[in-house]
């Protein structure tokens, strides 16, 4: 039984940080490339940054235009978490945000996800 439960999710005003965290069971982390997407009210979802499931000296995570220089992902195997780093939010950011897991056999970063969470509210007002 696969399950991701994301968290960190919040209330905050333009240029503060949230940091959001997914844990994943019933998953094979070393199998799986991950992945955060955000859906805005009203809007499609869009994919916002990943990481692959390589060992972390081949690792390597990728982002959006739109969050690139503000946002980092990381991957942590043994607690079979990632997380979401945001810094510097702005309004534009709010939206649901979900950890999504991708089964890959590439090295390349897969975002043909299998596996979503429930997602966590972040909101910048």
């Known amino acids: 039984h696969v399950q991701l439960v994301e968290s960190g999710g919040g209330l905050v005003q333009p240029g503060e940080s949230l940091r959001l965290s997914c844990v994943a069971s019933?998953?094979?982390?070393?199998?799986?490339?991950m992945s955060w997407v955000r859906q805005a009210s009203g809007k499609e979802v869009e994919w916002v940054a990943g990481?692959?499931?390589?060992?972390?000296?081949?690792?390597?995570?990728s982002y959006a235009d739109s969050v690139k220089g503000r946002f980092t992902i990381s991957k942590n195997r043994g607690m079979y978490r990632i997380s979401l780093q945001m810094n510097n939010l702005e309004p534009e950011d709010t939206a649901t945000y979900f950890c999504?897991?991708?089964?890959?056999?590439?090295?390349?970063?897969?975002?043909?996800?299998?596996?979503w969470g429930q997602g966590t509210q972040v909101t910048v007002s």
């Open positions: 999504a897991a991708a089964a890959t056999t590439s090295c390349a970063l897969t975002t043909s996800f299998t596996e």
């Open positions: 019933g998953i094979t982390f070393s199998r799986h490339d």
């Open positions: 990481i692959t499931s390589l060992p972390s000296l081949f690792r390597a995570a």
